[in-house]
């Protein structure tokens, strides 16, 4: 696990090797084992190290035989034993036994095809330096983040944007366009991140980059093809294939200590139960609800030792301009927060790796979000009935109930009958489009809208002869996923350097979610079902079906304590917000939510989000080596 950063362009060497050394220090907390860059005529590559495997000799870049290509590396690849033995009989030289080289070898071998036969999470780069050419490649899902792009001549490339601040041929400009799309989906949406230039590799892509031309290419995409098979037979399939998904997450070279994070839910908690690592680690807050008392039970009775801490709200609000400094881009999910505190307590505790529970709600239709959203046996009878009228009726039904007035049973009804296109935009809807306008600037109205941003992916799918709750899952997996939970998950981990790995979230765990039947899924008894049932068996049953939680974060009483309304307020009023939004309708709507007149703590949460980090990022221009006393700053006021 590491942190990578690449430029292209025609500086002289010298020039090169003191700036990408000062962009690696951008990114030490990726990788503060080791250090590692490589400079010729062309390119200068660095590279963070946090090692797991062949600690001795495995930094980087590493080159090949003939020293005629170099790669840096950021992930771990889970079946590179078997792939190194392959490509040593095909005649390739290993100078390490790190996973690194066997991707360097294997695209010596087969090209871009390397990526089809890569398992595990990665992001690296590659530079041939006869052909002068950059090869670059994302993980199937993008649980590695890997950013590019070109500026004043230079292109660009690396784990974190951060990275390439110090560059002096980076341009740092608010992309317009990005800000009202955020404002719904709480993440950034687009392609082009909130660095105007700079994008987002997606998940499941490779590009080359070669005399200033730049070309990407798809090479993985997630496939829905339900097999005719019994329940019992579908659960069979996902116990094993969690059972040996998680055995492979758990590798580490001897004295790397690798654990588990435990929450209520049923997701780390059968990730914990197959893994039965020495320690658990959960984390809770003083206020509101705390899932660290159902993590501490669990524990005990799978007889593991969990450790668990309690956050104060002043500790939680005030790290959270660090933290957003450490995301990139704004995020308003709440749950970055008890993220970010828990990898640091994993590592506080000498662990460099966990074990984590993301992707099995996007994998095995986990969210109520997909279309569970009554308890009424009634209303899921008549829906169940009317989900079997031909297409065309059963849309006009969805349409129908679409524009009723509210009644009990309707939004469920809806959800299960009308087309995914139609219905359904991902896991977080904030501010409605018609909301964003009504308070953004003329300037930060001009965007893709929302519809056209959900079109992109569905287009790829919707002529697919797959269920729509396939569709919704497929959605999830493109944006949702890659968008928000895997960002978090990276960036709040490798702010503490340690390394979070997704057993549930694999190639082979999507051939099984993928050959599932989606009615076995989404059920009358709950969401992910035959998920849970896998679960149950090595579970106690009240975990298996316990509902979905996430992380509760007390954002209603944050936003409604005297202190903390105060310190969001102080920012709503200052000059730059102007720029942005129409002020008095902010300060009003403030004003509204804190008397307890409406409820708009998400809205105002994810207005709050976006100003504290382009104050850091744009005002500020923050030092990660101020870092500390920013905290410090911030536990004062």
């Given amino acids: 696990?590491?942190?990578?950063?690449?430029?292209?362009?025609?500086?002289?060497?010298?020039?090169?090797?003191?700036?990408?050394?000062?962009?690696?220090?951008?990114?030490?907390?990726?990788?503060?084992?080791?250090?590692?860059?490589?400079?010729?005529?062309?390119?200068?590559?660095?590279?963070?190290?946090?090692?797991?495997?062949?600690?001795?000799?495995?930094?980087?870049?590493?080159?090949?035989?003939?020293?005629?290509?170099?790669?840096?590396?950021?992930?771990?690849?889970?079946?590179?034993?078997?792939?190194?033995?392959?490509?040593?009989?095909?005649?390739?030289?290993?100078t390490t036994h790190a996973d690194t080289e066997v991707i360097l070898h294997g695209y010596e071998e087969w090209g871009a095809e390397?990526?089809?036969?890569?398992?595990?999470?990665?992001?690296?780069?590659?530079?041939?330096?006869?052909?002068?050419?950059?090869?670059?490649?994302?993980?199937?899902?993008?649980?590695?983040?890997?950013?590019?792009?070109?500026?004043?001549?230079?292109?660009?490339?690396g784990s974190e944007i951060k990275a390439f601040l110090d560059h002096p041929n980076f341009n740092k400009e608010l992309n317009k366009a990005a800000l009202k799309p955020f404002m719904t989906f709480q993440y950034p949406a687009l392609d082009e991140t909130f660095f105007k230039g700079i994008f987002k590799l997606p998940e499941g892509h490779y590009f080359y980059y070669r005399n200033g031309e730049f070309s990407m290419a798809q090479y993985w995409d997630a496939e829905f093809?339900?097999?005719?098979?019994?329940?019992?037979?579908?659960?069979?399939?996902?116990?094993?294939?969690?059972?040996?998904?998680?055995?492979?997450?758990?590798?580490?070279?001897?004295?790397?200590?690798?654990?588990?994070?435990?929450?209520?839910?049923?997701?780390?908690?059968?990730?914990?139960?197959?893994?039965?690592?020495?320690?658990?680690?959960?984390?809770?807050?003083?206020?509101?609800?705390?899932?660290?008392?159902?993590?501490?039970?669990?524990?005990?009775?799978?007889?593991?030792?969990?450790?668990?801490?309690?956050?104060?709200?002043?500790?939680?609000?005030?790290?959270?301009?660090?933290i957003q400094y450490y995301l990139d881009e704004p995020d308003s999910n709440p749950s970055v927060v008890p993220l970010y505190f828990l990898t640091k307590l994993a590592k506080d505790h000498g662990y460099k790796a966990m074990l984590s529970g993301e992707g099995a709600d996007e994998l095995f239709a986990g969210y109520t979000a997909y279309g569970y959203n009554t308890n009424s046996k009634a209303i899921k009878w008549l829906t169940n009935r009317l989900a079997k009228l031909p297409k065309a009726k059963r849309e006009r039904v969805a349409n129908w109930l679409k524009h009723h007035k509210n009644f009990h049973g309707r939004l469920h009804m809806y959800n299960n009958l009308a087309a995914a296109r139609d219905s359904f935009i991902g896991q977080a809807r904030v501010f409605t489009p018609e909301e964003a306008e009504a308070i953004l600037q003329p300037?930060?109205?001009?965007?893709?809208?929302?519809?056209?941003?959900?079109?992109?992916?569905?287009?790829?799918?919707?002529?697919?002869?797959v269920p729509e709750l396939s569709k919704k899952q497929y959605l999830d997996i493109h944006q949702w996923m890659p968008g928000d939970i895997l960002l978090k998950a990276d960036k709040m981990s490798m702010a503490n350097s340690l390394e979070l790995r997704v057993p549930l979230l694999d190639k082979e765990m999507m051939k099984v979610a993928g050959h599932t039947p989606a009615k076995y899924l989404l059920t009358d008894q709950g969401t992910k079902w035959a998920f849970r049932m896998a679960?149950?068996?090595?579970?106690?049953?009240?975990?298996?079906?316990?509902?979905?939680?996430?992380?509760?974060?007390?954002?209603?009483?944050?936003?409604?304590?005297?202190?903390f309304y105060e310190e969001v307020l102080e920012i709503f009023k200052q000059d730059f917000v102007g720029e942005f939004f129409d002020q008095a309708k902010l300060l009003a709507m403030a004003q509204a939510n804190f008397e307890g007149k409406t409820d708009d703590r998400r809205k105002l949460w994810t207005i709050y989000t976006f100003l504290v980090w382009y104050?850091?990022?744009?005002?500020?221009?923050?030092?990660?080596?101020?870092?500390?006393?920013?905290v410090k700053e911030g536990a004062k006021a």
């Avoid at 008392?293 to 668990?308: G, I, M």
């Avoid at 519809?451 to 569905?458: A, M, P």
């Avoid at 030092?623 to 006393?629: G, L, R, S, Y």
Wanted: glycine share 6%; charged share 30%.
């Fill in 114 to 157: 390397v990526t089809k036969r890569l398992r595990g999470m990665f992001a690296f780069l590659i530079w041939d330096r006869e052909k002068q050419e950059l090869f670059g490649a994302r993980d199937h899902f993008g649980i590695k983040p890997l950013y590019y792009g070109k500026m004043n001549g230079t292109f660009f490339a």
């Fill in 443 to 465: 300037a930060y109205q001009q965007a893709p809208s929302v519809q056209e941003i959900v079109d992109r992916t569905y287009d790829r799918i919707d002529n697919q002869a």
């Fill in 1 to 94: 696990m590491c942190g990578i950063v690449t430029f292209v362009d025609n500086e002289a060497p010298q020039v090169k090797d003191s700036l990408i050394q000062t962009m690696m220090n951008r990114i030490i907390h990726r990788g503060p084992d080791d250090a590692g860059h490589f400079v010729d005529q062309g390119v200068a590559m660095g590279f963070r190290r946090l090692s797991f495997i062949d600690v001795k000799s495995g930094a980087q870049p590493i080159f090949n035989e003939d020293d005629s290509k170099a790669i840096t590396f950021n992930g771990e690849i889970y079946n590179f034993k078997p792939l190194r033995e392959e490509l040593i009989e095909l005649g390739h030289h290993f």
């Fill in 535 to 563: 679960a149950n068996r090595h579970l106690p049953e009240e975990w298996a079906t316990r509902e979905k939680l996430g992380f509760p974060v007390p954002v209603r009483e944050w936003l409604r304590q005297k202190d």
């Fill in 225 to 322: 093809a339900a097999e005719d098979e019994s329940f019992e037979e579908a659960v069979d399939k996902i116990e094993a294939a969690v059972s040996e998904s998680v055995k492979a997450h758990s590798f580490a070279d001897e004295g790397i200590k690798v654990g588990s994070f435990l929450s209520a839910g049923v997701d780390s908690s059968y990730v914990t139960a197959m893994m039965r690592p020495d320690e658990t680690f959960s984390i809770g807050f003083d206020q509101g609800y705390d899932e660290t008392k159902q993590a501490r039970e669990l524990a005990q009775k799978l007889n593991l030792k969990n450790t668990d801490a309690t956050l104060t709200n002043d500790e939680a609000f005030h790290t959270f301009p660090l």
């Fill in 615 to 630: 104050k850091l990022y744009f005002i500020d221009n923050f030092n990660p080596h101020e870092e500390v006393e920013l």
